[in-house]
Nanobody, 125 residues
Framework: VQLQASGGGLVQPGGFLRLSCAAS????????IGWFRQAPGKERVGVACISSGDGDTKYSDSVKGRFTISRNNAQNTVYLEMDSLKPEDTAQYYC???????????????????WGKGTQVTVSS
């Protein structure tokens, strides 16, 4: 199983970025996928989660209304659209997967089975 996150970069406050998480080696549509982030000196925290099946979603309070998670099962890819970015969104962003065909958007960091390498997002003027 491989997860590859991409799309990070440097953006000004108020800007937009779209991250992609490309998966291989798994029955993608049976997996719940989450995006997590880790800032220097801080623990890794969940940002957004999308379930298998119908794609139920859940967001952390800090990004609700600004970030949108979506998935394209035909392309084995999950996206994270990040709008109205703030300096406090600066972090390394990771995607992770867990086998769960229940349809729940549940992404506990300790329960995710597979992790990709991160992509850096820096929000600064």
């Amino acid at each position: 199983v491989q997860l590859q996150a991409s799309g990070g970069g440097l953006v000004q406050p108020g800007g937009f970025l779209r991250l992609s998480c490309a998966a291989s080696g798994l029955a993608f549509d049976a997996y719940t996928i989450g995006w997590f982030r880790q800032a220097p000196g801080k623990e890794r925290v969940g940002v957004a989660c999308i379930s298998s099946g119908d794609g139920d979603t859940k967001y952390s309070d800090s990004v609700k209304g600004r970030f949108t998670i979506s998935r394209n099962n035909a392309q084995n890819t999950v996206y994270l659209e990040m709008d109205s970015l703030k300096p406090e969104d600066t972090a390394q962003y990771y995607c992770a997967a867990v086998f769960d065909y229940s349809g729940r958007a549940y992404c506990p960091p300790s329960g995710m089975g597979y992790w990709g390498k991160g992509t850096q997002v820096t929000v600064s003027s």
